[in-house]
């Protein structure tokens, strides 16, 4: 069995500082913030709080795409194949594994081969 990792709410707290950070340094703008269901609503929505952009319930022109982790990256290889110079998305997760399809704009932390527990989460 995989050794769990357990995330605080202050770790999220900290890597959506370092999302703010990094979008400045890139001076970008972002149209919004979309989160991918179920990983990245919460992060969406505390997201979208802090910069104060709007919360998007699709995918737009130059937002924001935010999920808890690239693990396979299956899910975020929808927004790459839907990139182009005109329609640029920033994608950005918590965790990143190497193996992943997709490597995010930004991300905190690389996942190991571990189950990662965030504080919404039931551990079961």
């Known amino acids: 069995m995989s050794q769990k990792v ?11 500082d370092g999302v703010v950070e990094d979008v400045k340094k ?3 703008k972002p149209s919004g ?16 709080y802090k910069m104060d952009i709007p919360l998007l319930l699709n995918a ?10 690239a693990d396979s990256g299956r899910t975020l290889m929808h927004f790459t194949k839907n990139d182009t110079q005109f329609h640029k998305f920033y994608i950005t997760t918590m965790y990143y594994h190497e ?5 995010p704009d930004y991300y ?15 551990d079961n």
């Open 99 to 103: 193996r992943s399809v997709v490597k």
């Open 33 to 48: 913030v979309y989160g991918v269901p179920r990983g990245g609503l919460i992060f969406a929505t505390m997201l979208s």
């Open 60 to 69: 737009a022109k130059d937002c924001i795409i935010i999920d808890d982790i």
């Open 6 to 16: 357990f995330v605080s709410w202050e770790d999220i707290n900290k890597y959506l």
């Open 108 to 122: 905190m932390f690389e996942k190991k081969d571990n189950w990662i527990v965030y504080p919404y989460e039931f």
């Open 26 to 28: 890139r001076g970008l």
